[in-house]
C-alpha cells in the first residue's frame, strides 16, 4: 500500500522557538494532505488540509498564524509550529490522498511528537 | 465539525472473549474507516468498508455498517493480550475531502 513517512519522529524544543514537521508521500503524488493533533488519551482532532499550490484550509479554531502549513510539491506538506509553548506539545499526524486509488483513500503518517519545554 | 461517537470509551475483558465497539456517525458518508493506536504509537489501519457495503470481515475482525442508522460496529473475536489499544472510527463524509475521527474505544484485554 502507499507509504507515508514523517519527519521527525520526535523533537523537543524550547519555549519560543519553532518547529518544522515534513509529511512525504513517498510512492504516489498527493494533491491533498492533512494535518491531525492528538492529546494524550484523546483522539485525532483536524487542523487543517493542505492542497498543494494553494493556500491550507484551517478547521475552526486552529490559528493560522502559529501552525503553518506548506505544500510546495505534489509529495511534501510541512506543518511549522511557531512561537511553541508548552500547550503545543501534542502528537502530531498528517495523511494524505492518493487521487489514484479507488474511493480516493488516504493513508497515515506514524507521527511527530513535539515536546515543548 | 462531524464526528463519529464510539461506545463505549472503555472496554475491559479476558483474554479469549469476544470485544464489540461500537460507532455512529452524523453525515453520509463514502466509506467509515476503524483503525488501532497502541499507547503512544501511530495509527494501524484495520479495515475500511464502504457506504454499499454492510459487512466486512478480515481475520478476527468483523464490521458491520449500517448505513440507514448511521452506525458501525467492530467485532474482534477470540481477543488477545496484543488487541489492547485503543481503537478509532474514521468517516469520510461525502460532502467533503475530510476525515474525522471518533472519539475511540480503549479497550484492554485482561490475561
Known amino acids: 500500500g502507499a507509504v507515508v513517512s514523517q519527519h521527525p519522529s520526535w523533537v523537543i524544543c524550547k519555549s519560543g522557538t519553532s518547529v518544522k514537521i515534513e509529511c512525504r508521500s513517498l510512492?504516489?503524488?498527493?494533491?491533498?494532505m492533512f494535518w491531525y493533533r492528538q492529546f494524550p488519551k484523546q483522539s485525532l482532532m483536524l487542523m487543517a488540509t493542505?492542497?498543494?499550490?494553494?493556500?491550507?484550509?484551517?478547521e475552526q479554531g486552529v490559528e493560522k498564524d502559529k501552525f503553518l502549513i506548506n505544500h510546495a510539491s505534489l509529495t511534501l506538506s510541512t506543518l511549522t509550529v511557531t512561537s511553541a509553548h508548552p500547550e503545543d506539545s501534542s502528537f502530531y499526524i498528517c495523511?494524505?490522498?492518493?487521487?489514484?486509488?479507488?474511493?480516493?483513500?488516504?493513508?497515515f503518517g506514524p507521527g511527530t511528537r513535539l515536546t515543548v519545554l | 465539525s462531524q464526528q463519529g461517537e464510539e461506545d463505549p470509551q472503555a472496554l475491559s475483558i479476558q483474554e479469549g472473549e469476544n470485544a464489540t465497539m461500537n460507532c455512529s456517525y452524523k453525515?453520509?458518508?463514502?466509506?467509515l474507516q476503524w483503525y488501532r493506536q497502541n499507547s503512544g504509537r501511530g495509527l494501524v489501519h484495520l479495515i475500511l468498508?464502504?457506504?454499499?457495503?454492510r459487512e466486512k470481515h478480515s481475520g478476527r475482525l468483523r464490521v458491520t455498517l449500517d448505513t440507514s442508522k448511521k452506525s458501525s460496529s467492530l467485532l474482534i473475536t477470540a481477543s488477545r493480550a496484543a488487541d489492547t489499544a485503543s481503537y478509532f472510527c474514521?468517516?469520510?463524509?461525502?460532502?467533503?475531502?475530510?476525515?474525522?475521527f471518533g472519539k475511540g474505544t480503549r479497550l484492554h484485554i485482561l490475561p
Open positions: 495523511s494524505a490522498r492518493d487521487p489514484g486509488l479507488a474511493y480516493n483513500e488516504q493513508f
Open positions: 510512492d504516489f503524488q498527493a494533491t491533498t
Open positions: 493542505s492542497n498543494e499550490g494553494s493556500k491550507a484550509t484551517y
Open positions: 453525515t453520509s458518508i463514502n466509506n
Open positions: 468498508i464502504r457506504s454499499n457495503e
Open positions: 474514521a468517516t469520510d463524509a461525502v460532502r467533503d475531502d475530510k476525515i474525522i
